[in-house]
């Protein structure tokens, strides 16, 4: 073996990732070593350099607690100075090649101090958000226009019918990009045209979020221009366009605009109990150590086979403490409609946002009264 | 119902994705159905407009097969307007919402010529990256710099002990980025002095490989750098990045650089047979639409339960015909050793990569030895 090696610079200060492990007792320590091996040094136990990457940098094992039959809670503890203080970095050390592993889950992360001031989080987060939708206390109305074909014209009319309707935010459904039949600027403009003159009639500002999902360098174009024109907030998917594409927004000096993130290309890391990423992990702290304020997540008893314990974990995950990180706003849709209003404000609270789609338009045939009943409804919470 | 609906400038042309539904014969058909409307409109059927949304722009259910006890394949079209050109919509349409349903899997994309056209793939491919290395048939033997807390120094050293043993090409570890133990600016200069040296000794030239996952804007800005300062590809991590960074690199013109993609952060997605994305798309088609030249994954038989079959999905999602996109490289990793080379090549095809990460360290004391016994190893299969 070679001397001590040497890392310059290490402030000793560590983050730390929960996983869950469905393995016997009796494999469970080394598959814990495992993993700590292969989510840094990803190199053979016996020529990893002695000294500070020993001891420094691989992730060290600091709990193994039992969490049911043949599973386990194990707490891995990493380096700040490995996340680089890179969003993207961070991700890979806590669920990287972990992706390729079977009965691993990641349950939770637990930022340090230096990690959180290398990825400061949401810029808004609930407060900020209700502060400029003017909504202090009560569930927060949101629908999309949809569906996808419809011209910007047909869209930016739905916009208004919504928004004389009352609801407060319109976002553009994300199946809407920049398709030939309702280009991403066009639809931009016009539909922020509409709740123009839907604020001057009803003195009520409904906000307007667009969708600019997209790979680089379109995702930072589309971010301004909507900006500019105009846009309340933007929505990404980060199982589509990365998670550090939220980073990028929220780190965007120009911007200056809360990001909601959606959940396409992204539930599946939770599907599996054994395996992926846990809803706590999924739809909140990795979303607030990304910067969104917002998580669009499904909830139970709509159309997606998700429980009420995953939508309370979803919930816990946006708005319990996180090493000062602000609360986001929990976005709950997935086929909520009128009817489940109550049921869901009772179980997850009113500090969240409903999201109702195409339970807006079948609830009756006039959408605006539809959109009326859904706030008369929402009120109520206030 | 409103009278029919016109989307103006559809072309006709439809791409198709297929997936493998596990749900009973009495209630595929309308799985089936509910898929295509998930991953388009997203709307209530009895609201969908009438006309080109309906006829068309809906997902079209094209066939349904039974594979196997309650499971079906069921192919689904999609006008290729929806895609609006963009890999990253392409990802939300054949994977989008489906990540949060169950039973779902998906197992093949299909392009069509004005996808093709659109997103036009792979730069370089098997072919390009072959012609680029002057290595025209045998296994390239590929190996990475590591562990993350070596110096800049220390890991160009390394990689010059793998030149001077014969490795084709040496790639960063997927856990180096740009952290202040190996700045990514100076580990690239170092490395390719290395390389310089190295060949100016043995008259090869050992290619480099710089990993460049990280969010916009970093990722572009690191890619030119890698590029003007000589390197001869570039690696990402989809899984991490988002697949669309590899489309931006892929397009870019000033870059002109084969791309490999590592599976950090992404394998996930493969590893439940009943949902997610099947090795064959996952490795391979979506890879080749975004423009990867080659698609690191983990073998059978090392450190990842993969299994052979997994294995030849990879190698046939990279290689077999895919409406005129270039079949890309292959590039077996995650455990392989020396020993095992033989049966690998036996199984996969010698038109591949071997990347030997800890095996080449820990075969004996001798780095430039061990590489050297894999490189006359790998020599017989020419």
Partial sequence: MEPAHRVPNLSGGRFSATYLLSVPSTEVEAYARELAIEQTVEFPESHIPLGDIADQIVGRVESVEPAGASAYRVTISYADEIAGGELAQLLNIVYGNVALKPAVRLLAVAPSPGLARALPGPRCGISGLRARLGIPRRPILCTAIKPMGLSTQALADQALAYARGGIDVVKDDHGLTDQPFAPFRERVLRTLEAL?????????????????????????????????????????????????????????????????AHPSGWGHFAGDPRRGIAHRALFGHLLRLAGADGSIFVTHGGRFPDTPEDSREVVEGCRAPLAGYAPILPMAGGGVTVPRLEALVDELGSDLSLLVGGGLHTAGPDLIANCRAFRRKVERFA
């Avoid at 221009?225 to 780190?251: E, H, N, Q």
Wanted: zero cysteines; aromatic letters at 4%; charged letters at 25%.
């Fill in 196 to 260: 123009d003159r839907a604020a001057r009639e009803t003195g009520e500002r409904t906000a307007y979020v667009a969708n600019v999902t997209a790979g680089p360098p379109a995702l930072l174009e589309r971010a301004r221009f909507a900006k500019d024109a105009g846009a309340s907030a933007l929505m990404v998917a980060p199982g589509i366009a990365g998670l550090a594409a939220i980073d990028a927004l929220a780190r965007d000096p120009a911007l200056d605009l809360p990001i909601l």
